[in-house]
């Protein structure tokens, strides 16, 4: 038998008779496996070459990645990541146990594609009831992979290349790539603090600003409320001056609501879609991982008129196709025993909230104490606190934020995890968030008396 070396020498050589000659044992086999060794190497070598598609260079950096690893590798106590460390609804878990191991064989495989017949009449009833308007549930009704998937369908759906997108800041950061990817321009509008700001209502939209976002190109504007990592509820006169902007310039609103539930007393929610001449131009989006503390479960929703949810529906068809079946009969069940209870004691959409004022009280009078001046929210499950009176070093040679420079340190020498906020707003304005660290609250008693205990070594 040759050996490769043998074999790669004889390749650089002219396979004349003079060569065969010298080597009588030389077969058509050799040859071929000469040919072989060569084909499988100039293969490795053209796939060396490939990379990422051109349209998702650059989109690889994520605020999640590298500050959830940071938070495992260093055991530190997780304020960071939006998720309870606490049990979902145990009722909920015996709906999905009761699904899994229905009699029914088809509960196990797949249901309709755009969402499961139970769950998309649950939504109609519930978003019925509160949009004030009766929603067809087979047409304008889309059930997704978390809310992740309908904001995905709806800028993937209905954003065209060269289409502006509004963006207000502070942003959930998705929103920015999927923008990008679908071939829009992001144009970035800020809520600004007020002097000396204490909670979320000192963060305003500047209306003559706001006002000159719009133009010929404006397709859509993407509003989180109430706003992550902000925690802001937007007003009625807020989201009139938004509505009207919207229908002056014939411009769609992407209604990003997951944390629809969560509202603090004295705020009242307030639905865009339900706002005169809105219903036409607005996809709600909702998040049954946030409603039910299940984040898990990744189901989502979006709710529009039909001839937008065509957009949506073209996406998801051709991606995820449908969602699993189990956990939207779970989720049905939850929609349809909540509402019946709403109004009661016992409602988890209501009572939640009512648990996580609390916490928010707790967390915002400690670190008052300690010289982190919160920004008392009124809705959401975050709360960002003032870090830029730690006298500290926690310079780490790099280039980036004072805040994420500030919550490595944070993390790695007090052991609490939290989350750097300038990842929410555009490059432009990284500045308004880099003074503060973003803190989530919706977890255990115990993990937050934890991490306030160590933050209080801050103060020492």
């Excluded at 009766?134 to 369908?153: D, Q, R």
């Excluded at 609390?358 to 967390?363: F, G, H, T, W």
């Excluded at 255990?444 to 934890?450: A, G, I, N, R």
Aim: with cysteine; charged share 25%.
């Amino acid at each position: 038998m040759l050996s490769r070396s043998t074999v790669n020498f004889l390749s650089n050589c002219r396979l004349n008779c003079k060569i065969v000659s010298c080597f009588p044992y030389l077969t058509r086999n050799h040859i071929q496996v000469k040919h072989q060794v060569n084909s499988v190497h100039d293969q490795k070598v053209k796939m060396s070459s490939y990379g990422p598609a051109k349209r998702i260079v650059g989109l690889d950096k994520n605020v999640w990645v590298e500050f959830s690893a940071l938070a495992a590798e260093t055991k530190a106590v997780n304020l960071g990541q939006g998720f309870p460390d606490f049990a979902t609804p145990a009722y909920m878990i015996e709906a999905l146990k009761e699904a899994t191991t229905h009699a029914n064989p088809l509960m196990n495989q797949y249901t309709r594609a755009f969402g499961h017949t139970r769950l998309v009449n649950a939504l109609a009833a519930l978003y019925g009831k509160f949009q004030n308007r009766t929603i067809e549930p087979t047409k304008e009704i889309l059930v997704t992979i978390g809310a992740y998937g309908s904001l995905f369908n709806s800028i993937m759906g209905l954003v065209n290349p060269g289409d502006e997108v509004i963006i207000i800041e502070p942003f959930f950061d998705c929103y920015k790539p999927m923008v990008l990817l679908a071939g829009g321009v992001p144009k970035y509008i800020p809520l600004k603090p007020r002097e000396n700001a204490e909670s979320t209502k000192d963060w305003i939209l500047d209306p003559i600003e706001f006002a000159a976002m719009f133009n010929d190109k404006t397709k859509m504007i993407i509003v989180n409320n109430p706003n992550n990592p902000l925690g802001k509820v937007f007003t009625k006169d807020e989201l009139t001056m938004i509505a009207e902007l919207c229908k002056k310039h014939n411009v769609i609103c992407i209604s990003d609501e997951v944390y629809e539930w969560m509202i603090y007393t004295g705020n009242k929610h307030e639905r865009i879609a339900s706002y005169p001449g809105m219903w036409e131009r607005t996809i709600t989006i909702g998040s049954a991982g946030k409603t039910f503390s299940a984040t898990g479960w990744k189901l989502g929703w979006g709710i529009g008129p039909e001839n937008l949810m065509k957009g949506l529906r073209v996406v998801h068809q051709h991606s995820v196709y449908c969602c699993p079946t189990p956990l939207q009969e779970a989720v049905a069940v939850g929609l349809e025993t909540e509402l019946a209870r709403f109004g009661q004691p016992d409602c988890y959409l209501t009572s939640l909230a009512e648990e996580l004022e609390e916490k928010r009280n707790k967390v915002c009078k400690v670190l008052h104490e300690i010289g982190l001046e919160p920004i008392v929210p009124d809705g959401g499950y975050f709360i960002l606190a003032d870090v830029s009176k730690i006298n500290v070093d926690f310079d780490d040679g790099t280039s980036d934020t004072r805040d994420y420079k500030f919550v490595r340190w944070l993390t790695k020498n007090v052991g609490v995890a939290t989350i750097p906020p300038s990842a929410f707003f555009s490059d432009d304005h990284k500045y308004i968030g880099e003074k503060y660290i973003r803190i989530c609250i919706i977890k255990e008693e115990s993990t937050l008396e934890k991490g306030l205990e160590l933050l209080k070594t801050l103060n020492k």
